[in-house]
């Protein structure tokens, strides 16, 4: 097990949040804080410049093209390089060093294309995003190297979700106060700052080796124990809707989206194979105005934070898994009212839903996996999951960008997916009680091996 902070979160010495400024968390804490509200202004960036402004249809194959560019590193890199960044004594921390100077770095760029609507902000908002979830899988490594304890584990979990919140409100006001006075390139500036504050910040992180030692085959068992893979079923399909449901809300807030356009869409594409399509088929006539995004940020950020604040508090009378189980229900509420209510209300409810069911679910899952994979290295366990996650996330929010779909119709597939979730996962729970194998949605390597035994000749 990856080597302890000797004081914790929970010492007797902490500020209201419970963070302590004299051990080792306070500098995690910070770090995470500076961090988010950087992000915080890089949205207000990209809703205030040519992100938010360019031809919907047109823009769609870049975002994919870059959404597939962000999966790249967790699907090939990650896999070769973590295990070694695990074993280099302070590699994980210097991945955090690295992710918010990357950061600072693009956004000292962003200064100039966004103030003056160039091309250059596609490809910086693509770095942005993989240095962002760069740092979300270096941070999940670390919190374990921070705490004392596995009680503690969750609760500095919690502790950092709602600093997130809390920064990304306070970093919201001023950021949309200069957005308006000096436009997107000044908000930018302030986002380089923070970010150059957070990098400074994050060399009071502990340097520590995460995993002295390769993995070894009583590790691998442990993460692949039923309640473990169960538990990372239904958190990655709560992660896959986080990431639909952000790039859905975000064309739809772009004016991209329309309750009649998309069976039009599709008679018009059948008929001209070549892929052409007049923007006026899927667009409905004018754009939301930008206060609708705000409420958007402003729910999200609501959601995340009472998710945060109330599981810590559920989790003491429910067992893990029914945690997760509700957050799975509260995500077919979030669909059912995204597909119920029209326009901003439907949007706001369904944004809301989704960010609590997430941060919630969240503390689920690390209760589950630091329970029944006790003896496993936590930083190197939870670095994992984290990287497939960022994976699933990309596949999720590739769906709207690919397919043009009304914001109604986004919030029936966020609801047929999370039921389905619901579904399955409570059928785990049950077979896992009964000492049975639960269901497993089959995988690309199971489905190989069953064809290359149904391909096997018979003696």
Known sequence: MAS??????????????????????????????????????????????LFFSVDPSGARWRIALYLLFTMAPFAIVGPLIGPAMDRAKGGRRWMLVGSTVGRAVVAVAMIASAGSNSLLLFPEAFFMLVFAKSYSVAKAAIVPTVVHSDAELVEANSKLQLLAGLSAFAAAAPGALLLLIGGPGAVAGLSALVFLAASFASLRVPVTVVAAEAEDEEEKAELRTAGVLSAASAMGTLRWIVGFVTFLLAFALRGASTETGLGMATGHLLQNPDGSLETSVVTAPGVPPVWHFGVIIALTGIGGLLGAAVAPTIRRHL?????????????????????????????????GAIAMAAASGKQAFD??????????????????????FQVIWVLGAAVPVLIAMPTRLGGAIVMTVAAAAVVLFGLSLQAMKKGQVPPRLPTARGITESVRKGRKPKN
Request: glycine share 12%; net charge neutral; hydrophobic share 45%.
């Open 367 to 388: 209760a589950v996996v630091q329970r029944d994979a006790p003896d496993v290295n936590r930083g190197r366990s939870f670095a994992r999951f984290e990287s497939r």
């Open 319 to 351: 067992r893990e898994e029914l945690l997760l189980l509700g957050a799975l229900g509260l995500a077919v509420c979030g669909g059912v009212a995204g597909t119920v209510f029209p326009g901003l209300v439907g949007q706001a409810l369904l944004a």
């Open 4 to 49: 302890m902070a000797e004081s914790s979160p929970s010492s007797r010495d902490r500020s209201r949040l419970g963070v302590d400024p004299s051990n080792p968390f306070s500098g995690l804490a910070l770090t995470h804080a500076l961090a988010t509200g950087g992000d915080a202004l890089v949205a207000l960036v990209l809703a205030g410049s």
